[in-house]
């Protein structure tokens, strides 16, 4: 009996896994062939650069909650994969710091929308006179089983795509992006997060996590699965309101807040004492000398502040110092700091 009832859970999560991944892949297969505008509806302006002009039907199927794109990670012509491609639009992106053949690898599942993109990169080459198509090679491909080399990519990047994958799925996921970036790589997501429980018949519901929605984590149980695939840095760059699942529209007694945030993970090697995880605190020290050595390698300037991990502000708590403030959390890091 024991058996039997081990192999129907089996069988019932296979059928679930299974049933989820078609849902998905209907839901973005009719936004490729009729764009469907705020599908994801992403929290962050569209980055808008010198000399860059996206066509409007890239602006329709912007599919994201966020972005993954920015300019500091895009230095030195970098080699770039972008999983779960939408519109193009990010791969247009990326391809104004990646200007060369290939220099941007396009994966996704759904033909349609490999499809779509193509089309719509034959638009932008006519807005813009520095882009071709061949910038971006467009390939079918699974995040479970990247078709990619090891180590040979320096960005690696994902928009609204990971929250749709059950908890085994999404850590096969985050270990196939490590396996392909570089040392010092640098792994940028932007999903939906959720602090609030939700019903098993919320999370069951295959039409709402294909929509990025029901499959929301909580935030440190997001970050702790990046950091256990072995991202030695963590940067928690964006944290904003993203949608409200309410009783008079979804199966719920009360109000469930989801948020967006926008994430980079980097291929560091891990500290001895744990991961460097910034989510935008700061440390000032404000007492009568120059400055404050704690003599594990963080210097405070006075009355200067420096951007701390959590582990490095936990630590001058724990000093119990009365001329060094310590901020909270407000999970918008811009680089700099203590690591």
Known sequence: MGKQWVCSVILLKINFMKNY????????KEAALTPEVGLCCTTTPV????????????????????????????INDPKILYVGVGGGLELL????????????????????????????FLEAEKKNEWFRSDFVDLKMGDALALPIDDASVDVAAQNCLFNIFETEELKKALKEMYRVLKPHGRLVLSDPVCEQPMSDELRADEKLRALCLTGSLP???????ITETGF????????????????????????????????????????????????GRTAIYHGVNENFDDRKGHVLLQNQPLSVCDKTANALIDLGRPDIYISGSTYFYDGGGCC
């Not at 991944?21 to 973005?28: A, G, N, R, S």
């Not at 000399?51 to 895009?74: A, F, Q, W």
């Not at 935030?219 to 699965?225: A, T």
Request: glycine content about 6%.
């Open 47 to 74: 980055w808008q650069f010198p000399g860059l002009d996206i066509p409007s039907k890239m602006l329709e199927m912007n599919y994201g909650c966020g972005s993954t794109v920015h300019p500091r990670d895009l």
């Open 232 to 279: 030695g840095t963590v940067e928690i760059r964006a944290k904003r309101p993203y949608r409200v699942l309410s009783p008079e529209h979804y199966k719920t007694d009360q109000n469930i807040m989801i948020e967006s945030v926008e994430v980079c993970a980097i291929k560091d090697p891990m500290p001895d004492d744990g991961p460097c995880v910034f989510t």
């Open 93 to 120: 992106q990326f391809s104004y710091f990646s200007r060369q053949p290939s220099g941007v690898i396009g994966l996704d599942v759904v033909p349609e929308m490999i499809e779509a993109s193509r089309t719509n």
């Open 21 to 28: 991944l078609e849902v998905t892949k209907d839901v973005y």
């Open 219 to 225: 935030l440190q149980q997001y970050i702790d699965l």
